[in-house]
């Protein structure tokens, strides 16, 4: 697909301050500005709003991109900084998780969703998404 990169990458969790030198090894994508990745997700109807929890390779500085609901735009999903150890580094910290909220007046009374993610920095990297319903 244009735009898009299969990649695989080693590394270990940067965890807000907390590191796990654990390696792990994850397969995803990287997009390049204005390429798009959707996904359908079940969510429970009686809903509070959507919470999409991303797995990134973080040596990508300041990512950013669109996030779209069933074709009306949420707002903009930015990761700013990077970390700057290096892939060739020993055991290099550079999986990190993100989390992005979807408000209720997209998601309230609805059984599933279509979300639509359009890079918008030079790249934009993603292992996987995490969909999580909030319930009253």
Same mark, same amino acid.
């Given at each position: 697909?244009?735009?898009?990169?299969?990649?695989? +990458?080693? $590394?270990? !969790?940067?965890?807000? =301050?907390?590191?796990?030198?654990?390696?792990?090894?994850?397969?995803? %994508?990287?997009?390049?500005?204005?390429?798009?990745?959707?996904?359908?997700?079940?969510?429970?109807?009686?809903?509070?709003?959507?919470?999409?929890?991303?797995?990134?390779?973080?040596?990508?500085?300041?990512?950013?991109?669109?996030?779209?609901?069933?074709?009306? +735009?949420? $707002?903009? !999903?930015?990761?700013? =900084?990077?970390?700057?150890?290096?892939?060739?580094?020993?055991?290099? %910290?550079?999986?990190?998780?993100?989390?992005?909220?979807?408000?209720?007046?997209?998601?309230?009374?609805?059984?599933?969703?279509?979300v639509k993610i359009e890079a918008v920095s030079p790249i934009w990297s993603e292992y996987t998404?995490?969909?999580?319903?909030?319930?009253?």
């Open positions: 697909p244009k735009g898009k990169t299969p990649v695989t +990458k080693t $590394g270990n !969790w940067d965890r807000n =301050g907390y590191y796990d030198r654990t390696n792990c090894t994850h397969g995803g %994508m990287t997009l390049a500005a204005k390429a798009e990745s959707s996904f359908t997700a079940r969510i429970a109807p009686r809903n509070s709003g959507v919470m999409l929890r991303r797995l990134l390779w973080y040596a990508e500085a300041n990512q950013e991109a669109e996030v779209y609901v069933d074709g009306r +735009k949420v $707002g903009t !999903w930015y990761d700013g =900084g990077k970390n700057f150890q290096k892939e060739t580094d020993p055991k290099p %910290m550079l999986w990190r998780e993100s989390a992005y909220f979807i408000p209720a007046e997209f998601t309230r009374g609805r059984s599933s969703i279509k998404y995490e969909v999580f319903s909030i319930e009253p």
